[in-house]
DNA sequence: GAGTTTGAAACT
DNA sequence: CAGTTTCAAACTC
């Protein structure tokens, strides 16, 4: 018993509360593997998540997986988009999320709901509906961080050292959680400003030399051209007309240093003048008798107070180790990928399939066909995002109790079953919005339920339960990796063994869904 | 220097 | 005006 409790109170020092991302994957090299499985597929993307939402980034070179086809983020009017997000609770809600076909005969967009989302340590992966068609499709993404061989971004950030800190002012009223950049944490505070002074020496210079600070009356175009920015800006599309541009932010003119591109803060500039009359009017003329007020902020910008924009510290004081904190419960699944990845990559192109039922009926010229069409059959996106919602139910369901109970079993057997009929490609000709499965969808919000503890009991429950499901007859050895996992943790650690169990199923399955499609790849090809 | 992540301005 | 999208700096490697 002793021993036990000292070997509880070693893992609690090494697993602090998960912080709101990704679980990092402790063994780098089974993580690898799985980036390598991953690597099989193409990511669109990188993606992030926190317990709301998801955002996502295209990746720059994403068009060019159109080889095989691919599709774009586009708005309404056409253009492309570089990056998007949505809230967990929009899932299974059309919510005009566009998407269009790129390289296909004839491109078509089509306003699209996202049937299922889930996030993983390795992935995202994101199910889309096209409304119109009712083409399927599942696209994934690449964790934030989660690049082959790397540690998690949050885990780097444990080391990164921009402070929050900034040239003698101190936060007071703002709304930091646990804020240290006050008067009473001043020790605390010079650390931290020592830091990041060490790290780079410049981070509390000031970017403009000399810039115009005092409050004036008037002939603020004369003042704007005084001071320069000592990096200089890198606009591209801002014209350096728009707040996003440091030199236009901090009421200076482009110099030398900037590297902007189709500059338009310049003197002579037209367009810059433009902006300035009309603030000026603004000020001025609609409101002659707020011109005093109407000085601290003026209406497009200028005269604001100028804040450099920094990261946030992490957490003011990092804790080393914390990279190295979070449990690998993703091993068992590891293993299977390491198997999995050792055989040919036959597979390796983005994970996109139609929907059978989508084909207008006679010819199909006009619509897009991937060459995987005949390698993925609907079924599997259809399961797949069946999946998802299922496994999602389950880790809510599993959350929302607080002792283990009879409900289990029911959402064992609902995973579980799901799970069978995933590998079964039987002919599921339910689309993935129907009704009833989207409301599912719309209950499942979140798979990845960071800070809800779970009773022993429900845990040892999962854990057979994968057993069952996934391994069957497992190994003396993933059997004392499971008491391990049990026993290893005290109740403030359990959450996350929580998410690492959820994604361990989740993640264990989708395997089984990849390995499912490689070894129709193989047989294909 | 390229690629990624982040905070925040701009937009709707 | 809250939610979403766009943007460029900060960051990492
Ligand atoms: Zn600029
Ligand atoms: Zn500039
Ligand atoms: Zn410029």
């Known amino acids: ?23 990092r994957i402790k063994e780098e090299e089974k993580a690898k593997t799985l980036h390598e499985l ?24 994403a068009p060019l997986l159109g080889e095989i086809g691919f599709w774009s983020l586009i708005t309404k009017d056409g253009t492309e988009r570089n990056d998007f997000g949505f809230r967990s609770a929009d899932i299974g809600k059309a919510i005009g999320f566009h998407c269009r076909l790129w390289r296909s005969a004839a491109p078509e967009t089509a306003a699209s709901v996202i049937t299922a989302a889930f996030a993983s340590a390795a992935c995202v992966a994101i199910a889309v509906k096209f409304a119109a068609t009712g083409a399927t499709a599942v696209v994934i993404f690449r964790a934030a961080g989660a690049t082959a061989g790397s540690s998690n971004s949050a885990a780097r950030a444990e080391t990164s050292g921009e402070g929050v800190a900034s040239a003698g002012i101190y936060c007071d009223g703002c709304n930091c959680v646990n804020c240290h950049n006050n008067v009473d944490n001043e020790a605390a505070r010079q650390e ?88 000026y009017n603004l000020d001025h003329i609609k409101q002659p008798t707020n011109a005093a007020i109407t000085e601290v902020v003026g209406s497009s910008g200028y005269r604001t107070r100028i804040t450099p924009r920094k990261r946030k510290i992490q957490e003011m004081f990092p804790r080393k180790s914390a990279a190295d904190q979070i449990v690998n419960v993703t091993a068992q699944y590891l293993q299977e990928i390491d198997r999995m990845a050792s055989s040919p990559p036959s597979l390796s192109e983005s994970f996109v399939s139609e929907h059978a039922n989508a084909r207008i009926s006679g010819s199909s010229r006009s619509t897009y066909r991937s060459v995987l069409a005949d ?42 079953s799901s799970a069978k009929s995933l590998r079964e490609t039987k002919d599921v000709r339910q689309p993935v919005c129907d009704d009833h499965v989207n409301k599912a969808e719309a ?45 290893s943790f005290n109740f403030d650690a359990r959450s996350t063994v929580v998410y690492g169990e959820q994604e361990r199923i989740i993640m264990t399955n989708f395997l089984d869904v990849l390995r499912e499609l490689v070894t129709f790849g193989s047989i294909k090809g």
């Open 192 to 279: 931290a400003v020592g830091i990041t002074l060490e790290r780079n020496p410049n981070a509390f210079r000031p970017k403009i030399a000399s810039s115009p600070q005092e409050p004036r009356n008037s002939k603020e175009t004369e003042i704007q051209v005084i001071g320069k920015h000592n990096k200089g800006c890198h606009c591209k599309k801002s014209g350096c007309l728009k707040k996003y541009c440091e030199c236009f932010q901090a009421n200076i003119l482009c110099s030398e240093n900037c590297k902007c591109m189709d500059c338009k803060n310049f003197e002579e500039s037209t367009e810059r003048r433009a902006i300035f009359q009309r603030d």
């Open 443 to 487: 209950d499942a919000v979140d798979i990845a339920d960071y800070n809800r503890p779970m009773s022993p009991e429900t845990l040892a429950l999962m854990c057979d339960e994968q057993d069952n499901m996934l391994f069957g007859n497992r190994s003396a050895n993933e059997a004392a990796y499971q008491n391990t996992i049990q026993k």
């Open 38 to 61: 991953l690597d099989h597929l193409q990511f669109f993307g990188n993606a992030t998540r926190n317990r709301e939402s998801f955002r996502v980034t295209l990746l720059p070179t």
């Open 375 to 416: 390698v993925l059959q609907p079924q599997n996106v259809t399961n797949l995002c069946s999946l998802f919602v299922i496994l999602s139910r389950v880790a809510l369901n599993t959350n929302a109790e607080t002792r283990g109970n009879t409900k289990t079993g029911n959402l064992k057997a609902s995973a579980a």
């Open 1 to 23: 018993m002793k021993l036990k409790k000292a070997v509880q109170k070693i893992t609690l020092v090494q697993n602090p509360p998960p912080t709101p991302r990704f679980v």
